[in-house]
């Protein structure tokens, strides 16, 4: 199994910056894909961001460009930095595990981007 903590979420003003960071339970290098979900009120959860072990990376199209996936072995952290926040980023975030073949997920974290 693995558990996931999400921190960093907050307001935020448009057009600023935010940084999400995932806390595994287990060696983020030993988990083949990590990665960030999105849920906005009454809709259903998107993929925003993903990063395998062969750090193989993928964004939706709404963040690329915008949004930097990382993973920091040190922290044992995978990493979420969002800028130039749209209102349309408002959403809870998803802290997003694959690891033998079980998918697992964090408890999320509130962003807000309002002026």
């Known amino acids: 199994q693995v558990q996931l903590v999400e921190s960093g979420g907050g307001l935020v003003q448009p057009g600023e910056s935010l940084q999400l960071s995932c806390a595994a339970s287990r060696n983020i290098f030993s988990i083949y894909t990590m990665g960030w979900y999105r849920q906005a009120p009454g809709k259903q959860r998107d993929l925003v961001a993903t990063i395998t072990s062969g750090t193989r990376i993928n964004y939706t199209d709404s963040v690329r460009g915008r949004f930097t996936i990382s993973r920091d072995g040190a922290k044992n952290t995978v990493n979420l930095q969002m800028n130039s926040l749209k209102p349309g980023s408002t959403a809870v975030y998803y802290c997003?595990?694959?690891?033998?073949?079980?998918?697992?997920w964090g408890q999320g974290t509130q962003v807000t981007v309002s002026s």
């Open positions: 997003f595990a694959r690891f033998l073949g079980g998918d697992y």
